[in-house]
C-alpha cells in the first residue's frame, strides 16, 4: 500500500478516510474477489456474487483486516497474504448474507432486490456455499494454523449465532444473555477475526493482536446495536432495510427485551401475540418501547461498546490508522443520533 495517503482535499467522514487511506490494498482485493468468484462451470456463481459484491457495500470487515496489517508494520517486503485474507473475510461475509437472506425470506439487501429473489434460494445456499469453499482456499495459502483456526472459528460461530437466533425468534423468554451471544456470533464474530488476523499475518506482539481482537469485538457488538435501534425508528433511510423488519421477523432485539421486562400484563400480552403469533402493530410497538425508554438505552449500550473498542487501540502503535480506526468506531454509533 505504501505511505498513508494525504490528499488537498480530504474525505467526507471516517470511513471515506479509511478506505483511501487503504485504497490501493482494497483494489488489490477487489482483483482478487473478481478472480475467485469466477467459475467456468457454473456460470450463476459469479452472476449471483456479483449481484452482490458489486451492490456497494463498503467492505469495512475487509478493510479492517487489511488496516490493521498495516498498522503492525506488514507489507514493508511487499507481502500479500492480507490481501487473501481480506478477500477471505469478504467471501465468508457475502456467503452468510445469501445464506441469511433465505433464512429471513428477505426481499430487499443493501437497496436491491435479493439473490433469492432474483433467481432462487437453491441458487442462494449453492452460490453461498461455493464462496464458504473459496474462503478457505485462500485462507490456508497463507500456511498459518492459527490464521486457519480463528478464521474457520469465526465461520463455526457464525452459523451458531444465526442457528441461536433462529431459535430465539419469537421466543419473548429470550433473556439478554442471549440477545449478547446471538449478536457475538452472526455480527461481531467476523469483526473480530477480520482484525486479529491482520496482526496475525503482521506476527505483531501478542498484547497487539489481542487488542485488535477486542477492539473488533466490541465495534461489531456496537454496529449491531446500532442496527436494532434504526429497526424501531432510529432513521428509516439509508440502512438497507425497512423500518420494522426485525419486528415483523419477530426477531427478540435488546429495545424488546427490556420493554417486555418492565411492561404490564396488557404490554407483555401485546409481545407475546405479536412476537409469538406473527400479530401486532408496529406503531404500538414503537409506542412501547418508547413508554420504557429502551430505545434510547440500547443507543447508550451502542455507546458504551464503542468506547471499549477505542480503549482496545490504546495497546497499538501511534499510526495514522489507528487513529482512523478510532474514528470508524465513532462513525458506527453516529448513525445512532
Known sequence: ???????????????????????????????????????????????????????????????????????????????????????TVEFIHTATLLHDDVVDESQQRRGRPTANLLWDNQSSVLVGDYLFARSFQLMVQTGSLRVLDILSGAAATIAEGEVLQLTAARNVATDEATYLQVVRGKTAALFEAAAQVGGVVARAPEVQVEALAAYGD????????????????GA????????????????????????????????????????????????QAQAII????????????????????????????????????????????????
Not at 255 to 276: L, T
Not at 306 to 332: F, I, N, T
Request: net charge negative.
Open 1 to 87: 500500500m505504501g505511505p498513508i495517503v494525504t490528499d488537498q482535499t480530504p474525505p467526507k467522514g471516517p470511513l471515506d478516510r479509511l478506505a483511501l487511506a487503504c485504497a490501493a490494498d482494497m483494489d488489490r482485493v477487489a482483483d482478487l474477489i473478481r478472480t475467485r468468484m469466477a467459475s467456468r462451470n457454473a456460470p450463476r456463481i459469479p452472476e449471483i456474487t456479483a449481484h452482490l459484491v458489486d451492490a456497494g457495500g463498503k467492505r469495512v470487515r475487509p478493510m479492517l483486516t487489511v488496516a490493521a496489517a498495516r498498522l503492525c508494520g506488514y507489507g514493508a517486503d511487499g507481502g500479500d497474504d492480507h490481501i487473501k485474507l481480506a478477500a
Open 218 to 233: 466490541a465495534l461489531g457488538i456496537s454496529f449491531q446495536m446500532v442496527d436494532d435501534w434504526l429497526d424501531y425508528g
Open 236 to 283: 428509516g433511510d439509508g440502512i438497507g432495510k425497512d423500518l420494522g423488519d426485525d419486528f415483523r421477523e419477530g426477531k427478540l432485539t435488546l429495545p424488546v427485551i427490556r420493554a417486555i421486562a418492565r411492561g404490564d400484563d396488557a404490554e407483555r400480552a401485546f409481545w407475546k401475540d405479536a412476537m409469538e403469533r406473527g400479530r401486532g402493530d408496529f406503531a
Open 290 to 337: 418508547a413508554r420504557h425508554g429502551t430505545l434510547e438505552e440500547t443507543r447508550r449500550e451502542a455507546l458504551t461498546w464503542r468506547d471499549r473498542a477505542v480503549a482496545a487501540l490504546d495497546h497499538l502503535p501511534r499510526h495514522p490508522l489507528r487513529d482512523m480506526l478510532s474514528d470508524l468506531a465513532h462513525y458506527v454509533v453516529a448513525r445512532a443520533s
